[in-house]
């Protein structure tokens, strides 16, 4: 085979490689939507440890509402949220809730002891606050292990799942949500107290810190007609 017909040959190989894994992500992103799709409501209590420099937050209870197809709320008993604002939550939904994008296939790695496919979603939006959001995919059940997202508003944040005895529905038992402090836009209206001695230079330091935010789940009421 001469040389420039073999490299039509390989590009258009490569091609067909292209749009096979794309179309085949596409159709896997496709029916964990479905999944998810099953759950129209639910009302979730729980706890919620915050692990950020500075910040004077202890392990509280949390009650969480969820209604399809965005609305989420998360409060804290007696004490502050302190997730970033411009549309970041803690939720699967919310991040599958993307309507607009370019599924890419980019691999396979093991999330907890669990073989997950990677799939890279581009928004097609130029407008859109998502830059790239990177999903690790547990492909037989059907489940989002780990997300790694990339916005102009937030900069990059992680959120794990880890699943229990409401995997069927695709929520988890516990999500960790890791980020930059730099980053960090706090919620309107939100005060923080700060350790004595500390507050002076709290927010220089900050910019330097990682933060991270568990919620771990004790009971889900879903599609009950609460919301």
Do not use: C, H
Not at 99 to 121: M, P
């Amino acid at each position: 085979m001469k040389l420039i017909p073999k490299l039509f040959f390989i590009i258009w190989l490569l091609e067909i490689n292209f749009s096979t894994n794309a179309q085949d992500m596409n159709a896997l992103i496709e029916k964990i939507k479905l999944k998810l799709n099953t759950v129209n409501e639910y009302v979730a209590e729980g706890k919620m440890k915050t692990d950020i420099a500075f910040i004077k937050a202890p392990i509280g209870k949390i009650k969480v509402l969820y209604k399809k197809p965005n609305f989420f709320q998360l409060k804290r008993e007696n004490g502050i949220s302190i997730l970033p604002k411009g549309g970041v939550s803690m939720n699967v939904s919310s991040i599958m809730a993307i309507n607009n994008f370019i599924a890419l296939y980019a691999g396979e790695t093991i999330v907890d002891g669990t073989k997950v496919k990677i799939v890279k979603l581009l928004p097609t939006n130029e407008n859109s606050d998502i830059v790239l959001t990177t999903l690790f995919i547990d492909e037989p059940n059907l489940l989002i292990k780990k997300a790694i997202t990339t916005t102009n508003e937030n900069g990059t944040y992680e959120i794990s799942f880890t699943y229990g005895k409401y995997a069927n529905y695709g929520l988890p038992d516990k999500v960790v949500f890791k980020f930059n402090t730099k980053d960090y836009k706090m919620p309107k209206g939100i005060t923080l107290e700060f350790d004595d001695g500390d507050k002076p230079n709290a927010e220089q330091k900050l910019k330097s810190k990682k933060g991270k935010v568990e919620l771990t789940y004790t009971s889900y009421i879903i599609n009950k007609g609460l919301l």
